[in-house]
């Protein structure tokens, strides 16, 4: 059985910085595509990151690049999302997300993801 815990979220002033981590159980981790989520009240849920399950190629969504990092440690069987400069419309709870089929490629799409954590909050103040 698969499970995904996430960590690290809280508050903090915008300018600030945040690692979350999200610690996969269940199967071997460095087989499947990663991805970071992210919902805020009254909207739906945005890609943010994602890493591929092979030499770790990276993707983001524009509103992030250049703050958050996404990577991930096999042995550990974990994933980080480091996010600097963080600003108050970066408020939402976040989520890790792992693609079912091992060595599919990280995708932008949530609905390509089949296993889910139960989300961290962050919360920016200005």
């Known amino acids: 059985q698969v499970q995904l815990v996430e960590s690290g979220g809280g508050l903090v002033q915008a300018g600030g910085s945040l690692r979350l981590s999200c610690a996969a159980s269940?199967?071997?981790?460095?087989?499947?595509?990663m991805g970071w989520f992210r919902q805020a009240p009254g909207k739906e849920r945005e890609f943010v990151a994602a890493?591929?399950?092979?030499?770790?190629?990276?993707y983001y969504a524009d509103s992030v690049k250049g703050r958050f990092t996404i990577s991930r440690d096999n042995a550990k069987n974990t994933v980080y999302l480091q996010m600097n400069s963080l600003k108050p419309e970066d408020t939402a709870v976040y989520y890790c997300?792992?693609?079912?089929?091992?060595?599919?490629?990280?995708?932008?799409?949530?609905?390509?993801?089949?296993?889910w954590g139960q989300g961290t909050q962050v919360t920016v103040s200005s």
């Open positions: 890493i591929n399950w092979s030499i770790g190629n990276t």
């Open positions: 997300a792992q693609r079912g089929d091992y060595y599919s490629g990280a995708s932008y799409s949530p609905d390509d993801y089949a296993y």
């Open positions: 269940g199967r071997t981790l460095r087989r499947y595509a």
